[in-house]
Every structure is written in C-alpha cells, then in structure tokens.
C-alpha cells in the first residue's frame, strides 16, 4: 500500500513538472503563480498554472517506489527534537538573507560552535526537505536500505566544493574530485569513489551555485532570493494571523431547510498582502482541530478546494509561514498543533491575553466578513437594534456548503482583488510584487507545493500510540482493520522484545470512519478503514456523546455493537425530529453522511419556508416501496 509524503517540490526553471497526464519542463517564472512550460512531446508551449502542477515521475517510477521518508515528528525524543530546533535556530539567519557570503556563514557557524560546512550541509537539507524533521542527528549506525559517508568525509567534500567550485574561479567538477583527494591523502583517510563527489554537486541548488561562482544578476533573473527585503521590513508568509468567529448569517439543513443556527469560522491571513490564507467552517467550537485544519489548508494550493466549491477564480496563495499568532485560549493549545507547527519550522506565538489590538489585520478582516454576512438571507447583523422586524431564522435560506461558497467567492473574486486602503493596491496585487519583485525590492520567489496536501493535514491531527492485534487496532472501542497490518501483529518493541510495540496512528476528528497508520517500513501513513466497513461515518463529538451516555447508563461492558447501535437509535431519534426542533437539526448537521450530500438546488436568497419540502402521508410511504429513503453504500450494514 502507497505512504503518504510529506516532501514538497520547487518550481523553477528547468524543473519537470505533469500537469493534466501530460509532461513539461518549466522554460519561464511568468508570475506568482503561473509559468510557461515546454511540452515534453510535442515541444509547444504552454501557460500553466503552478498549483495545478505535480513533480514528474520518471517511466517506470510509480507508487510501488517506495523511498524511506524522515520519521513522524512525535517519534523523536524531547532531546532529538530540542537539537532539531537548536540547528533550525542556527540556519534561520541564513534563511532570512537573499544573498549570503562565506565570511557570514562563518560567523553564525563559530557562534555556535559547528563548521561553516555542517551550516551549510543544515541549510541544504531543510531547503530541499521543507521540514524539520531532516535535522534530527543521525543515530549511529546503518540505516536499512540506505548508504552514507563518515561525517569527516562529508566535510572533506563540502569544503572541496567551497573552496573550489562555488568561487569566482569557476572550478571544475574534476578540479573539485583531485582537490577531494588530495585533502583525503593529507588526513590519511580511504577517499570517497569520484562519482559521490559529483553527485554532490548535482545536488547543489542552482541559483545558490550561480550566485557563488559570480552570476548574482542571472540567478536573481531566474530564481530570486530566498526571502524579500521590503519597504516594511516584511515579506509574504512572513507573519499569518488566525482567529475565531461566529457566522453573522444563521445556517440551514440540507434536507429540510430548516434553521440550525449559526457556524464558526476560522480563519487566516497575510499580514504582509492581507491575502487570505485558509479558512475552516464547522457547527463544532473551534479548538486546536480547526487551527490545524486552517493552517494545513493555508500550506496547500487551493485549486481542487475551489472546484469541490465549483467557485471560478484564482486563489494563488500556498506555502509554509515563518511565524502563526494564534489565540491564547487553553482549547487552542495542544502537543499535535504545537509538534506539527514544529515540524515545517513554523513559530506558534500565543496572542497575549488582554490585548485586543494583537491582531488588527485578522480583527479587521472579520469585519470584511461581517459586512458580507450582512447581504445574506438569515444574517444576524451586529447589533439587536439592527434586527428589529428582522427575523433571521425565518429568513435563513443557505446550506453551510452554500454559505462557504459565497465566502470563498466573495474573498477570492472581490476582497482580493479590490484595492485594500492600507496597501494603496489590492492584496492580490501586492502578494504578486511580494513573490515576483520589482524594480525597488526582490520577491521570495514561488513557494514550494505539497507533494500531497493530505499529509500535511495528517501532520497537525491528533494522535494516539496503540499496538497491532489480531483483529488490528482499537481506539475508542472501534476496531480498524487493513491487510497493510498483518506483518505488525503482535510486532514485539525493538528496544525492549518482552514488550509490545507501539505503533503511531492518528484520526481526524470530523470522520473518524478510518485511521492514518505510520509504516515503520518507510515512515508514511497509510489508511486503514473500520474493520466492519458497514458502519457509517461518524464525528468524534458524536463518539463522545454516546459514549457520555452509554456510562451515565451504567453500561459496563461498552463494545462497538452497543457504540453503532446507540449511534443508529440517536439518529433515529434525530431524523424523526429534525423537521420540528432546531437543536435536532444541528445534531444532524454533525454526521459526517450529510456533509456529502449535494446542495439543494433551491434559488439563494429564497426563505426557509418556500424551500421547505411537503412531506409524504406516512401511510402512503409504508404502502409503497419506492417510497423508501435509499441509503447511501457506506450506511449499509456488512460484516467483513
């Protein structure tokens, strides 16, 4: 079964790239989020945009490769992971430079205490990985199904190649093979083979090649620089701000149509373009989920999230912030938010309490929200004595799937493209100066795309460390099952054989109808279903409420039959009063089933009341058959 990947690939001129089954290599950076592309086939070119590319890979390379990834965050120790920060914390000066010489590198090596070359092997690595995972110390020994040199070799061949092949001089990769061996004769140590050293220049990032062998204007022409020097000292992604509100416009069903109340929104944006990052919709009160959620959804191209929506435009805003502030509020604080933020190098800072003024740019894009919320049926308005002769919920008309569509089209066709007052442009605009440059400032260039984004929501989900049984493994009660599983049954732990082994799994709280297992055997997650696929999708929050109320009954002895058929019966319940009572309607809006339902093609704008449909006589819909509601194939019982 094909892992997860958590890698991220960079556009630039030469990479090769798929996009729509057809393969190119990328000739021109013609904007931020688009470029000109050769056709590998028929040599024409093309415009193509860059979250709608993929990495090419080679004939013959499919999902069987399977590539030994860097473990999940949480299988690091506290000390493992202090020093992945402590050298994280030693290259981010480095970061924050476009243009960086040997002499500075020196410096910030010296204060702390490494080689000048160990910095630049850290840099590299973090660079291409995108994560922080990467820093972790090698633990002594061989890893399985891979090879490396002694760390003195290492440094052998990186100063070679300082001194040699990224100066002035332009030396050759040959002239960088002799000076390798020579430096090996004078330590007296077994030189590598003269094909590792050039492998290592194969590796070398291009536009930090050029500008070291004295090219600065022609990698400025092609890449840029890493990071942005700007009138305001700042550049995009540089600080997001998240934060929470209630919906001004009440929600309703989508079966009856019906109001359920309002939802929450979290939501993020740029401070620097005031672009709007990510956003995250739900009947359930945010917590550390939804910052997570929001912050994975910000990280990833938003093409695939705008065509579910069917909502046209461009939402060209994807990448790894350097800072998140984020509300200080104990709900919003947990180990899988704070460990995966880590993990892509991201600084969580806590808004201080008392200080409403923290987060200006995202408090007054909330009143940008209002003031949307406010031209919807079932708006809410900000003040009671706005609402008088205004009856929200009799007036409320739109889905939550209807309501994110109007949002993510009024933020991606008007907010971002209207002029923002405190930019003197619109943030569309000023986010294409931020990654492009002009003629007074240099741009960041394009940020590096997800290879999956699933994995980047996989790393801030909440966790759990269980153990492979027989029947497979058990979280809450709930069995999961997957043939991935068998060769870990009863899998005894490496550094302690009389003990079981435990096993990193993690679960998203909106459907918890399968897990994401960590493989050992290359370090992705992979799904693994109920092991009864006939039980339904469910939510975390309805889990806990049963759950809350199979032990208020006293039940002792609580398995998954008596979870999925308290589950049933509290559906029941709720589907026999959803047409009357509005806390049932909401409850109903938790199961995971009627998020996948399609919207009703009842006319926005139109009351509660004129969608609401004319229920069947309850004698004619048990005389005729057909009457019958069809159940969606995963609400159909089976036993595996």
Same mark, same amino acid.
């Given at each position: 079964?094909?892992?997860?990947?958590?890698?991220?690939?960079?556009?630039?001129?030469?990479?090769?790239?798929?996009?729509?089954?057809?393969?190119?290599?990328?000739?021109?950076?013609?904007?931020?989020? #688009?470029?000109?592309?050769?056709?590998?086939?028929?040599?024409?070119?093309?415009?193509?945009?860059?979250?709608?590319?993929?990495?090419?890979?080679?004939?013959?390379?499919?999902?069987?490769?399977?590539?030994?990834?860097?473990?999940?965050?949480?299988?690091?120790?506290?000390?493992?992971?202090?020093?992945?920060?402590?050298?994280?914390?030693?290259?981010?000066?480095?970061?924050?430079?476009?243009?960086?010489?040997?002499?500075?590198?020196?410096?910030?090596?010296?204060?702390?205490?490494?080689?000048?070359?160990?910095?630049?092997?850290?840099?590299?690595?973090?660079?291409?990985?995108?994560?922080?995972?990467?820093?972790?110390? #090698? %633990?002594?020994?061989?890893?399985?199904?891979?090879?490396?040199?002694?760390?003195?070799?290492?440094?052998?061949?990186?100063?070679?190649?300082?001194?040699?092949?990224?100066?002035?001089?332009?030396?050759?990769?040959?002239?960088?093979?002799?000076?390798?061996?020579?430096?090996?004769?004078?330590?007296?140590?077994?030189?590598?083979?003269?094909?590792?050293?050039?492998?290592?220049?194969?590796?070398?990032?291009?536009?930090?090649?050029?500008?070291?062998?004295?090219?600065?204007?022609?990698?400025?022409?092609?890449?840029?620089?890493?990071?942005?020097?700007?009138?305001?000292?700042?550049?995009?992604?540089?600080?997001?701000?998240?934060?929470?509100?209630?919906?001004?416009?009440?929600?309703?069903?989508?079966?009856?149509?019906?109001?359920?109340?309002?939802?929450?929104?979290?939501?993020?944006? !740029?401070?620097?373009?005031?672009?709007?990052?990510?956003?995250?919709?739900?009947?359930?009160?945010?917590?550390?989920?939804?910052?997570?959620?929001?912050?994975?959804?910000?990280?990833?191209?938003?093409?695939?999230?705008?065509?579910?929506?069917?909502?046209?435009?461009?939402?060209?805003?994807?990448?790894?912030?350097?800072?998140?502030?984020?509300?200080?509020?104990?709900?919003?604080?947990?180990?899988?938010?704070?460990?995966?933020?880590?993990?892509?190098?991201? !600084?969580?800072?806590?808004?201080?309490?008392?200080?409403?003024?923290?987060?200006?740019?995202?408090?007054?894009?909330?009143?940008?929200?209002?003031?949307?919320?406010?031209?919807?049926?079932?708006?809410?308005?900000?003040?009671?004595?706005?609402?008088?002769?205004?009856?929200?919920?009799?007036?409320?008309?739109?889905?939550? @799937?209807?309501?994110?569509?109007?949002?993510?089209?009024?933020?991606?066709?008007?907010?971002?493209?209207?002029?923002?007052?405190?930019?003197?442009?619109?943030?569309?605009?000023?986010?294409?100066?931020?990654?492009?440059?002009?003629?007074?400032?240099?741009?960041?260039?394009?940020?590096?795309?997800?290879?999956?984004?699933? @994995?980047?929501?996989?790393?801030?989900?909440?966790?759990?460390?269980?153990?492979?049984?027989?029947?497979?493994?058990?979280?809450?009660?709930?069995?999961?099952?997957?043939?991935?599983?068998?060769?870990?049954?009863?899998?005894?732990?490496?550094?302690?054989?009389?003990? %079981?082994?435990?096993?990193?799994?993690?679960?998203?709280?909106?459907?918890?109808?399968?897990?994401?297992?960590?493989?050992?055997?290359?370090?992705?997650?992979?799904?693994?279903?109920?092991?009864?696929?006939?039980?339904?999708?469910?939510?975390?929050?309805?889990?806990?409420?049963?759950?809350?109320?199979? %032990?208020?009954?006293?039940?002792?002895?609580?398995?998954?039959?008596?979870?999925?058929?308290?589950?049933?019966?509290?559906?029941?319940?709720?589907?026999?009063?959803?047409?009357?009572?509005?806390?049932?309607?909401?409850?109903?809006?938790?199961?995971?089933? #009627?998020?996948?339902?399609?919207?009703?093609?009842?006319?926005?704008?139109?009351?509660?009341?004129?969608?609401?449909?004319?229920?069947?006589?309850?004698?004619?819909?048990?005389?005729?058959?057909?009457?019958?509601?069809?159940?969606?194939?995963?609400?159909?019982?089976?036993? @595996?």
């Amino acid at each position: 079964m094909v892992g997860i990947s958590r890698n991220f690939f960079q556009v630039d001129v030469g990479t090769l790239v798929q996009c729509e089954g057809r393969g190119y290599r990328v000739t021109h950076l013609i904007s931020a989020n #688009s470029v000109v592309a050769e056709d590998l086939e028929t040599k024409e070119s093309k415009r193509l945009f860059i979250d709608a590319l993929k990495i090419l890979q080679e004939k013959g390379e499919s999902d069987e490769k399977h590539e030994v990834a860097a473990p999940d965050s949480l299988q690091y120790s506290n000390e493992e992971w202090a020093e992945a920060q402590r050298r994280l914390k030693a290259i981010k000066p480095l970061l924050q430079e476009p243009i960086r010489t040997r002499a500075r590198v020196e410096i910030i090596a010296k204060e702390h205490g490494v080689h000048a070359a160990t910095l630049y092997k850290w840099l590299n690595l973090f660079q291409s990985a995108g994560h922080v995972s990467v820093l972790i110390p #090698s %633990k002594r020994g061989r890893k399985t199904g891979t090879t490396f040199l002694e760390e003195h070799l290492e440094t052998i061949i990186s100063s070679a190649i300082q001194d040699e092949y990224l100066t002035k001089q332009r030396g050759t990769p040959q002239d960088v093979v002799d000076e390798v061996f020579r430096r090996c004769r004078l330590a007296k140590v077994v030189p590598p083979h003269a094909n590792t050293v050039r492998n290592r220049l194969a590796a070398l990032k291009p536009a930090s090649t050029l500008r070291a062998r004295g090219f600065r204007d022609k990698a400025r022409d092609k890449y840029g620089p890493i990071q942005g020097n700007f009138s305001d000292g700042t550049y995009p992604l540089a600080a997001v701000q998240i934060d929470h509100t209630p919906t001004n416009v009440v929600l309703v069903d989508e079966k009856y149509r019906q109001p359920i109340g309002r939802a929450w929104l979290t939501l993020a944006i !740029d401070t620097f373009s005031r672009m709007v990052v990510g956003l995250f919709i739900s009947f359930e009160r945010p917590d550390a989920s939804a910052v997570g959620i929001c912050m994975a959804r910000g990280i990833c191209t938003k093409r695939e999230y705008l065509a579910q929506l069917d909502v046209p435009g461009d939402w060209g805003v994807w990448g790894v912030p350097a800072i998140v502030y984020v509300d200080n509020a104990k709900e919003f604080r947990s180990m899988a938010l704070e460990r995966g933020a880590d993990e892509y190098g991201i !600084d969580v800072q806590w808004r201080p309490v008392k200080t409403p003024n923290f987060g200006g740019h995202i408090e007054r894009m909330m009143g940008n929200v209002g003031n949307h919320d406010r031209k919807l049926p079932g708006a809410t308005f900000s003040k009671p004595e706005q609402r008088v002769g205004y009856d929200s919920d009799a007036e409320a008309a739109l889905t939550v @799937r209807e309501y994110e569509q109007k949002l993510v089209d009024f933020i991606v066709n008007i907010y971002h493209q209207r002029r923002h007052s405190a930019l003197g442009m619109s943030p569309a605009k000023r986010w294409e100066l931020g990654v492009n440059g002009d003629g007074q400032s240099m741009g960041t260039g394009s940020m590096p795309i997800p290879e999956n984004p699933v @994995r980047i929501e996989i790393d801030f989900m909440p966790f759990f460390e269980r153990t492979v049984q027989r029947y497979g493994i058990q979280i809450d009660n709930i069995f999961y099952y997957s043939r991935a599983l068998d060769r870990y049954i009863n899998a005894a732990d490496p550094d302690a054989p009389d003990r %079981k082994r435990d096993f990193l799994v993690r679960r998203h709280p909106s459907n918890i109808s399968k897990i994401y297992f960590l493989d050992p055997a290359d370090n992705r997650y992979i799904e693994i279903p109920y092991r009864n696929i006939g039980h339904p999708p469910i939510t975390i929050w309805e889990l806990r409420h049963v759950l809350a109320i199979l %032990k208020k009954q006293s039940e002792d002895d609580i398995d998954e039959d008596r979870i999925f058929a308290a589950i049933e019966r509290m559906r029941t319940r709720v589907e026999q009063a959803v047409a009357t009572t509005k806390a049932a309607r909401r409850q109903q809006a938790r199961n995971p089933a #009627s998020e996948s339902r399609p919207a009703s093609a009842a006319v926005p704008g139109h009351t509660a009341a004129a969608a609401k449909p004319q229920k069947e006589p309850a004698s004619a819909a048990a005389d005729d058959p057909f009457a019958m509601e069809i159940l969606p194939f995963d609400q159909v019982t089976s036993q @595996r």
